[in-house]
């Protein structure tokens, strides 16, 4: 991947902002997400050999050299790889709660009064090798009905994807987006997951929601 931006950056010249936004969320940053759904990586090492992508790229927009990656990412409004893949994760289970697309992994929703849809977090055995386990945690049918469970209901009953979108966006933005870097000391992981749990909220299935 890192070969394959550097080849895109030699055959422009322009480091403008626009040009470069425009050629990194064209040609590079749809590689790395490519069923990000599916293969979405959650070890710290993991994560930042692929943020480490995009930082390279930013750092390379006229005006913008001195700033740290954190601070691009706010100039630019983007978000983090990271906060993405997460971001796609929550979009697909509202699409397997709306029945768009197939419930491959036999995702289960309940009904709260107070929550909204609510999804039925898997359970393993426990007993099983941590590799396994760490596995299964990390896979989508876990990952992705925990994700779920930290919306407010404004998002999960959103009735259409242009809908979701502006409702999830505005959710998301009140989470801080400060992905593990190298060089960079962050106060936790940066996923939602981590923000959710710091802020108390009871999940009684996975203790977030």
Not at 12 to 19: A, I, L, N, P, T
Not at 50 to 79: C, D, H, M, P
Not at 123 to 151: C, D, M
Request: glycine share 6%; hydrophobic share 35%.
């Amino acid at each position: 991947k890192q070969w394959y931006q550097r080849r895109v950056r030699s055959a422009f010249m322009c480091r403008s902002e626009g040009v470069m936004l425009a050629l990194f969320k064209a040609l590079v940053r749809p590689i790395l997400e490519y069923c990000s759904v599916v293969w979405s990586p959650t070890l710290l090492g993991e994560v930042s050999q692929l943020e480490q992508v995009q930082r390279n790229f930013t750092r390379r927009i006229n005006g913008l050299q001195k700033l740290g990656y954190w601070e691009r990412l706010s100039a630019l409004n983007l978000q983090s790889l990271q906060r993405r893949r997460e971001r796609y994760t929550i979009i697909h289970m509202w699409k397997i709660y709306n029945q768009l697309v197939p419930n491959g992994t036999s995702v289960e929703f309940t009904e709260t009064t107070r929550f909204g849809h609510r999804a039925v977090v898997p359970t393993y055995n426990y007993r099983a090798q941590r590799a396994v386990s760490t596995k299964f945690e990390h896979s989508f049918s876990v990952r992705g009905p925990i994700l779920w469970n930290t919306l407010p209901k404004s998002v999960k009953e959103a009735t259409t994807l242009p809908q979701l979108k502006v409702e999830l966006g505005r959710h998301l933005k009140g989470y801080p987006d400060r992905p593990p870097t190298r060089g960079y000391a962050g106060v936790n992981g940066n996923s939602i997951l981590d923000y959710a749990a710091s802020r108390g909220s009871s999940d009684p299935q996975r203790g977030v929601l």
